[in-house]
């Protein structure tokens, strides 16, 4: 299991490395520039960094000051995601971290004044698994506005009526117009386990994340879908996601 969490602000870091403020996030614990690292997942899968003149993004804990801290080697250079997709992967083989250390990102930028950055990290119960089965693939919608650089929820409708029984998510697919990224929210779950948006269906986000390559994301009773968590540059009104699914009951 895994789950999402994430960093922005807009600020002129001057092209020195400097810290970026957290998300507020109802899953994990957030102090300013601090997200807490929650009991159960201490372990740093991935990490995404983009912005129009970024130059540079790191992730810093006080356990990885042990050994060395994770510098982004691929950036993703523009205000939206850009694909294909720069960022560190580590789902195999994960950071571990300590259970309710800080957690900080840091980026420099080389633009004359304020930019903004977004940093997300994917945090994990260990090594994650890839899971086979007979995987069908559901397309939804929601007509949530969304709040500009924030996470919002916003409820899913399904395009087609799922046969009774219960399902697991295997992939994740979202867009909007300008989708950062998005995490799917289950009845009843802890977890809030996401990827990166896109702001068309043209753009194909990495195998990764699609048709059971990192396992079971969540479960659901078929007339109890999950919600999803968007995160936009702007207030979106319109978002599309597909769900990679397989019933097991």
Same mark, same amino acid.
């Given at each position: ?5 994430? @960093? ?8 020195? *490395? ?73 789902? @195999? ?64 409708? *399904? ?19 300008? *989708? ?70």
């Amino acid at each position: 299991m895994f789950t999402l969490v994430g @960093y922005t602000e807009s600020q002129d870091t001057s092209g020195n *490395l400097t810290y970026v403020a957290a998300l507020a996030d109802q899953h994990v614990r957030v102090e300013a520039d601090n997200i807490v690292v929650p009991a159960g997942m201490a372990n740093l899968l991935g990490a995404c960094a983009l912005g129009a003149t970024l130059s540079r993004a790191q992730v810093e804990t006080p356990s990885m000051r042990r050994t060395l801290l994770l510098d982004l080697a691929g950036l993703n250079i523009g205000a939206e995601p850009v694909f294909p997709l720069a960022y560190h992967q580590g789902f @195999y083989n994960p950071i571990p971290l300590d259970e309710f250390e800080p957690m900080r990102a840091l980026v420099a930028e080389t633009a004359e004044g304020a930019e903004r950055e977004f940093v997300l990290v994917w945090l994990g119960d260990g090594p994650q698994a890839p899971v086979t089965g007979d995987i069908y693939t559901v397309r939804a919608t929601s007509t949530q506005t969304l709040v500009a650089n924030a996470w919002t929820n916003g409820a899913l409708a *399904l395009a087609q009526t799922l046969p009774s029984g219960r399902y697991q998510v295997v992939g994740f697919h979202a867009v909007s117009a300008g *989708l950062i990224a998005a995490r799917l929210v289950f009845v009843g779950g802890t977890w809030r386990p996401g990827v990166i948006g896109a702001d068309s269906q043209a753009d194909g986000i990495p195998d990764l994340f699609r048709r059971g390559a990192l396992g079971v994301w969540g479960e659901f009773a078929h007339d109890q879908p999950p919600t999803v968590d968007f995160l936009s540059v702007s207030a979106d009104e319109a978002e599309t996601v597909h769900l990679d699914l397989i019933k097991v009951a």
